[in-house]
């Protein structure tokens, strides 16, 4: 940032990890009045062994003593039950596999909180996300996001510099009028430079684990936190020659791709006497949820694991309109490489993709995300 940049009232999202705690003290560094907020998402069973928002809490107040910044704990449990957590049961419910924390970025830490932010007469929000937010003038200049406002230009979201850490698929949702007031300082930096810093400077939480898994269910088992609110409903698993191997526990359950968990490991044995192939692992391909039959597969390049189009709904684009047909790069889930694609035209709120080469488990529920090189374009949910 340069000497003649104007300073900013900036809110950061605190969430007790690092990456929040880092970006914090880069903003103040840059002189900027710099205001902490912890979320509070989830309050049931918040002293249970699995759910760490009390500790998180402590360590993100410690981390803005440090810093020397002020810090607000702020319950959005009431919002995030109805915006986020209903919709993650309905969509579980009717079979699909949804990503809560997708819709978490754009309904919570980027509707409801950069809402209360700016109650606080922030200028800007920031979180630690591994992202980048560029803005483009009308002239085609890049204008420094940290000091561009709204009608200055449109905004980009790109992903951040470190390969491995970049969560641009899971901020895919987010519109003009949120990117207009988001900085992710970190986005620029690689996870390593994160850690670095925060032991240079003294952070508390310096070594903490980055945490995993969604947020609400932390690391406990995920079918025993699934069960206390969706009823089993127990039905035949089937090979693709349509024998019987075993029985699943409702299909809510299981998601496409699935290899562990699915309670037919010690048949590998008989399945090949019964014609199902020798000791290849079993994998989840499909779920017909007009029969309650799961089907399983042997092998990861099974043909039912591999697509090689998909349709999509509920689109959300970043730049408010949908990209002009053509070629581009999308991923249909998060830990995967970009694969190219073919954007098919009338892509407004659906879109169809079709690819050179076949995607494996391409999951109802999930979302695929659209790329133009570093550019994230938006995506929707993948319906078929």
């Known amino acids: 940032m340069s000497k003649t940049s104007k300073l900013r009232r900036i809110v950061v999202g605190l969430s007790g990890g690092v990456d929040s705690a880092v970006t914090a003290w880069l903003l103040k560094q840059q002189g900027h009045e710099v205001v902490g907020i912890f979320m509070k998402n989830w309050?049931?069973?918040?002293?249970?062994?699995?759910?760490?928002?009390?500790?998180?809490?402590?360590?993100?107040?410690?981390?803005?003593?440090?810093?020397g910044i002020e810090i607000e704990h702020v319950n959005f449990a009431a919002e995030y039950k109805d915006r986020v957590f209903a919709e993650f049961l309905r969509e579980y419910s009717g079979g699909r596999t949804p990503n809560p924390d997708i819709l978490c970025n754009a309904e919570i830490k980027f509707k409801a909180f950069l809402d209360h932010a700016m109650r606080l007469g922030a200028e800007k929000i920031a979180t630690g996300h591994y992202a980048r937010v560029r803005c483009i003038a009308q002239d085609g200049r890049v204008l420094d996001a940290a000091q561009a406002k709204g009608g200055d230009g449109h905004f980009e979201l790109l992903k951040g510099l470190d390969p491995s850490k970049d969560q641009s698929y899971?901020?895919?949702r987010l519109n003009q009028a949120q990117l207009v007031n988001t900085l992710f300082p970190v986005g620029e930096l690689l996870k390593t430079e994160v850690r670095r810093i925060a032991l240079e400077i003294g952070l508390p939480n310096a070594k903490k684990k980055d945490s995993t898994g969604i947020c609400f269910i932390g690391e406990r088992p995920f079918r025993e936190f699934l069960n206390r609110f969706i009823a089993k409903e127990p039905g035949p698993i089937?090979?693709?020659?349509?024998?019987?191997?075993?029985?699943h526990v409702g299909l809510s359950f299981y998601t496409l791709g699935q290899r562990q968990g699915l309670g037919i490991g010690g048949l590998k044995a008989k399945g090949a006497q019964r014609g199902g192939g020798d000791h290849a692992p079993w994998f989840v391909a499909r779920k017909d949820l007009d029969h309650n039959t799961l089907w399983v597969v042997q092998g990861h390049e099974h043909p039912w694991l591999q697509s090689l189009q998909l349709s999509a709904q509920d689109a959300s684009w970043v730049a408010g309109v949908a990209p002009q047909a053509g070629i581009f790069n999308a991923k249909t889930r998060y830990r995967q490489l970009d694969a190219p694609c073919l954007l098919a035209a009338g892509a407004d709120t659906t879109f169809h993709l079709s690819f050179p080469e076949p995607q494996w488990a391409v999951t109802p529920g999930q979302s695929a995300v659209l790329y133009d090189g570093e550019v994230c374009l938006g995506g929707g949910v993948i319906a078929s």
């Open 238 to 247: 089937k090979n693709d020659k349509g024998q019987t191997i075993g029985e």
């Open 43 to 67: 309050e049931d069973d918040d002293d249970s062994e699995y759910c760490s928002s009390n500790i998180d809490f402590v360590d993100a107040a410690a981390v803005a003593d440090v810093i």
């Open 170 to 172: 899971f901020l895919h």
